[in-house]
């Protein structure tokens, strides 16, 4: 039988419906199946330039980290290199000027590191500092802070060469205006070891060493500053005290340590007593026979924000028969500022200094100071109305996180010092 035709029309119709049939079938199965990956090129949004950024920091090679804190120290490195315990170094010059030294200049390189990874264990630094000045004086110092363990364990020490010109006034707190010049040439090495007992106490050994290679006499001076002719005996001539030649030198001791200060640069709050004893004696080599005992109490009182009353109360008491060099001396740049450093000496000494600091404005700072101080011993006994004293002031401007330069004035009704130096008085 021959198969019966459909009409042409509704041959079309039943075409059209498989065809619609067909699509909607394979639509329904493209969107059962997984969504792509990626939106439709139409639907794509640019990359955001913070995203490109990003993504060029990643795929970009590290960069080598710099923890230098550069020529004057005014650099500050990032803080990755305190993270990682990375090794800091940085380069000082300076000039500066004092009563003892007239103007000098010198240079000091330091470098700070860790000793371990745990962040609880302080900086390290180790330090060299070359200085020459006018009057013929050469130092070479290398200060040495190490920490170990949390800070349980210290060693803080310095290795100091020196070609000294200086001056010697006398011994004794009535010491007049007269002085002779001489040059000690010395090595000196003196160094602590402390270990924390418990909180902010700790105990510690000491070694000191000093090898006096020479001590020369130049020329001598009266009271009014005029030099004594060639055939006058100088008051070290005279006096002839004790480690006028060459000496060696060697003594150990103990001390106890208390110190919470909160920064030791430019501390804030906070305190550091030290009470320390030295003995030396010719069974360790030593010339002469004698016992040191310190105390030192520093306190920094807080007054409001960064500004801070710092008191000092220093003593020390000798027993036996010290080179002259070795004793007590009052002046300089940190105690009893505007005389002469060694201008009053003996084999004990008593000192109370207070010093108001105060921001002025970023890395400047100022302060104003009063002393008052005196030595006494075998030249005179100890007396309440013979106090020496001093007042003044000055500025400090803070070039690294730890270091300082400052200018002070200081003196009184018959001395008068400008001192541009290095670091804190105390």
Not at 241 to 269: E, T
Not at 280 to 297: E, I
Not at 346 to 365: A, G, H, M, W
Request: proline fraction near 5%; aromatic fraction near 14%; glycine fraction near 10%.
């Amino acid at each position: 039988m021959a198969r019966r035709r459909l009409p042409r029309m509704r041959r079309f119709s039943l075409s059209c419906v498989v065809g619609a049939l067909a699509l909607w079938t394979g639509a329904s199965f493209a969107q059962s199946a997984d969504p792509p990956k990626t939106a439709a090129p139409s639907k794509t949004a640019a990359p955001s330039k913070t995203d490109q950024a990003k993504k060029d920091k990643k795929s970009a090679p590290p960069k080598k980290l710099n923890c230098s804190k550069g020529f004057l120290s005014l650099r500050t490195p990032p803080p990755e290199c305190a993270k990682l315990r990375k090794l800091e170094y940085a380069l000082l010059p300076a000039v500066f000027s004092t009563k003892e030294t007239s103007f000098g200049g010198a240079v000091y390189g330091e470098l700070s590191y860790f000793t371990d990874k745990n962040p609880k264990t302080g900086v390290s630094r180790t330090g060299l500092g070359l200085t020459y000045t006018v009057r013929n004086q050469f130092i070479a110092r290398a200060p040495v802070v190490v920490t170990f363990d949390e800070n349980n364990f210290i060693i803080d020490g310095t290795i100091d060469f020196r070609i000294y010109p200086n001056r010697y006034y006398g011994l004794g707190n009535d010491a007049d205006w007269d002085y002779q010049q001489y040059r000690e040439d010395v090595l000196s090495f003196n160094f602590e070891f402390r270990r924390r007992l418990f909180g902010d106490i700790y105990l510690g050994l000491l070694w000191d060493l000093r090898n006096v290679f020479a001590v020369k006499e130049n020329q001598a001076f009266d009271t009014h500053g005029d030099e004594l002719s060639k055939g006058s005996a100088g008051i070290l001539v005279r006096e002839n005290p004790s480690g006028s030649q060459p000496y060696f030198d060697q003594g150990f001791g103990v001390q106890a340590v208390f110190d919470s200060r909160d920064s030791f640069a430019y501390p804030l709050s906070g305190g550091y007593h030290r009470l320390s004893m030295r003995y030396f004696n010719p069974a360790f080599g030593a010339t002469h026979n004698f016992t040191l005992v310190t105390l030192d109490a520093r306190q920094y009182i807080s007054l409001a924000k960064n500004q801070v009353l710092a008191v000092q109360l220093l003593a020390e008491n000798r027993n036996g028969r010290p080179p002259f060099s070795m004793m007590s001396e009052l002046g300089g740049p940190t105690l009893l500022r505007g005389y002469f450093k060694g201008r009053y000496r003996d084999n004990n000494s008593v000192l109370l200094q207070t010093e108001y600091r105060f921001p002025i404005y970023k890395r400047l700072s100022g302060v104003a100071f009063g002393s008052v101080g005196q030595v006494y011993g075998p030249s005179g006994a100890f007396a309440f109305d013979k106090f020496r004293w001093t007042v003044g002031g000055g500025g400090r401007f803070r070039f690294g996180a730890h270091t300082y330069m400052r200018i002070d004035v200081g003196g009184n009704h018959e001395t008068v010092a400008l001192i541009f130096n290095g670091g804190q008085a105390f």
